[in-house]
């Protein structure tokens, strides 16, 4: 096979399933049989209702998680332990507290034994490229949450991954940011073209950033039921690119084939 | 009508507040002595409570005498042997402590299994009056500082242990995978996640620890020795020299809070990553 046929991230027919530690026989099947592939240098979004198993989906592709059944490949490899390609940008705080910005951005240098000189010159590279420079020296607490977003991206981005995993990386932070933010993401993406897997439950940010969006099914047994591709020219202004007649028609499609599933997801929701 | 509001604008402006917060905490100590002293000196108050002028005395000194006798200390040189022999004890015990209950604390919290096992005699050898444990220390290690540093390290290292056992416990989980999946091996997570996060509890009970090994330095003195602040309080009670026994309080307090001190500030350098209170410092 064409190594560049080859998907950058291949999960075939993935299952997983949670047994209670408690009781063994109760069971939670988060993921059924579900199969994503993502080539290289795609930017695929992943769209579902809360609760369906999007995180889950991303923790077996980076290896934190091992599925009940079905192989993680990456760039045609199988996967054990930890996925090393990749990179992950949290929808939580993941930036350690006790270290400032600038030694959160190099400490995956450090663990990888580069020399403090060399990752202390590319993380003040990278904070600048972020739009951090001259904020290295601030701990985590005294940076808004947008400023913690962009360490975290330039502290992932630094190590240069070849795939970017991303869990509802923006959607803690206020809309103007939010916008801000995917505008930055999509420069720095078009400037060095990985595949990236961006997780989110907002249908806009999917389209308005991805070439392909995703659809889950409401949990439990999430599983992709529908594939949409954005032909959106780029590069793309997020805001802007929302009010042209060919988003407005994607969103109408994407989410005919979604309003079903989340309302699934809600009941269950309402349920509990 | 007058009168008032000025009399109000006085108090306004004497009253407690953030600018004479120190002037009033000296005035409170001097009422306190002025207090302790009036009450005290034979002969001043007509005798209400006890039947003797010198009872007052006898049972609470006096504070002239108690404040002469401090002076007398520092003064003609004599506490030093025994001040210094305090606070080595106090330091040996703190030190050995901490960094016991550190590393053992690290220890446990990594080992599902050794801690499991560990449970029930950590729990017993905690809930324990390890203070008992003095006579028995006083036997194995003499009557030397030795035997006071052991009983001060029993109590230091479980608080220190326990707070680094929950320390670990609490580390974010989404920081540890985040450390993991930028590459830490296990060494790196110990000593980039594991040990920062611990750190921060364990720098919380310092202030207790560094009060407790004073305590287990001081009874253990207490207890039996021939040297040391507890030494001297020991001796001065044999005579009923209540004013002595006052001044040895009076000193040991005084150099607890200068070790409260001395730990506050170096909380302050090596935390400077923790968010204050009322610090609202964003850019």
Not at chain 1, 114 to 129: C, G, K, N, P, Y
Not at chain 2, 118 to 128: E, G, R, V
Request: proline share 5%; hydrophobic share 50%.
């Amino acid at each position: 096979m064409d190594s560049r046929d080859t998907p950058a991230l291949a999960l075939e027919n993935i299952t997983v399933t949670f047994a209670a530690r408690d009781a063994k026989d109760t069971r939670y099947t988060a993921v059924q049989d579900a199969t994503l592939l993502v080539a290289p240098g795609e930017f695929v979004s992943v769209v579902g209702p809360t609760g369906c198993g999007k995180s889950t989906l991303l923790n077996i592709a980076v290896g934190l998680l091992e599925p009940s059944a079905g192989t993680v490949k990456v760039f045609g490899e199988p996967l054990a332990g930890l996925n090393r390609n990749a990179g992950y940008l949290f929808q939580t705080e993941a930036l350690m507290p006790w270290r400032t910005a600038l030694d959160n951005v190099t400490v995956g240098l450090e663990f990888r034994g580069v020399t403090r000189e060399e990752s202390v010159i590319r993380a003040e590279d990278w904070l600048a490229r972020v739009g951090l420079a001259g904020h290295g020296h601030r701990y985590p607490h005294q940076l808004s949450g947008g400023m913690r977003k962009r360490v975290a991206l330039a502290q992932t981005l630094i190590l240069d991954p070849q795939i970017i995993l991303m869990d509802e990386p923006f959607s803690a932070l206020d809309i103007q940011t939010r916008q801000m933010m995917e505008n930055e993401l999509l420069e720095l993406w078009s400037a060095n073209r990985k595949s990236v897997v961006f997780i989110t439950h907002d249908l806009e940010e999917a389209i308005s950033l991805s070439d392909r969006v995703v659809v889950l099914s409401a949990g439990p047994g999430t599983r992709p039921i529908g594939e949409f591709t954005i032909d959106l020219p780029r590069p793309r202004d997020v805001a802007e690119i929302r009010l042209t007649p060919r988003f407005i028609e994607l969103h109408t499609k994407i989410w005919r084939a979604m309003k079903d599933e989340v309302l699934k997801g809600y009941a269950r929701t309402r349920i509990q | 009508m007058r009168e008032q509001e000025s009399s109000k604008g006085l108090w306004s402006k004497i009253r407690p507040q953030q600018g004479n917060l120190r002037l009033w905490q000296v005035g409170m100590l001097a009422a306190f002595f002025a207090i302790w002293h009036v009450l005290t000196v034979p002969g001043l108050m007509p005798p209400v409570y006890f039947d003797d002028a010198n009872k007052a005395a006898f049972f609470f000194g006096e504070p002239l005498k108690v404040l002469g006798r401090v002076w007398d200390w520092f003064y003609l040189g004599a506490i030093y042997e025994h001040l210094w022999v305090t606070l080595w004890e106090t330091f040996l015990a703190f030190v050995i402590g901490t960094v016991s209950g550190l590393v053992i604390g690290l220890w446990l919290a990594l080992n599902p299994v050794a801690s499991a096992l560990c449970d029930p005699y950590i729990k017993a050898l905690n809930s324990m009056p390890r203070v008992i444990l003095a006579p028995i220390f006083s036997v194995w290690f003499g009557l030397d500082i030795a035997s006071k540093v052991a009983l001060g390290v029993t109590l230091v290292f479980f608080i220190v242990f326990f707070n680094v056992y929950q320390g670990v416990r609490e580390v974010s989980p989404t920081v540890l995978a985040n450390a993991r999946i930028l590459g830490a091996s296990q060494r790196q997570l110990l000593r980039h996640v594991y040990v920062p996060s611990a750190m921060s509890w364990v720098f919380a009970s310092l202030h207790n620890s560094v009060g407790l090994a004073f305590v287990g330095a001081v009874v253990g003195e207490y207890l039996g020795s021939s040297r040391g602040v507890g030494y001297l309080i020991l001796q001065a009670e044999g005579t009923f020299d209540i004013n002595t026994v006052f001044a040895g309080i009076l000193v040991l307090t005084a150099f607890a809070l200068v070790l409260d001190y001395i730990v506050g500030l170096a909380e302050k350098r090596l935390m400077v990553w923790q968010p204050r209170q009322g610090e609202t410092e964003r850019i």
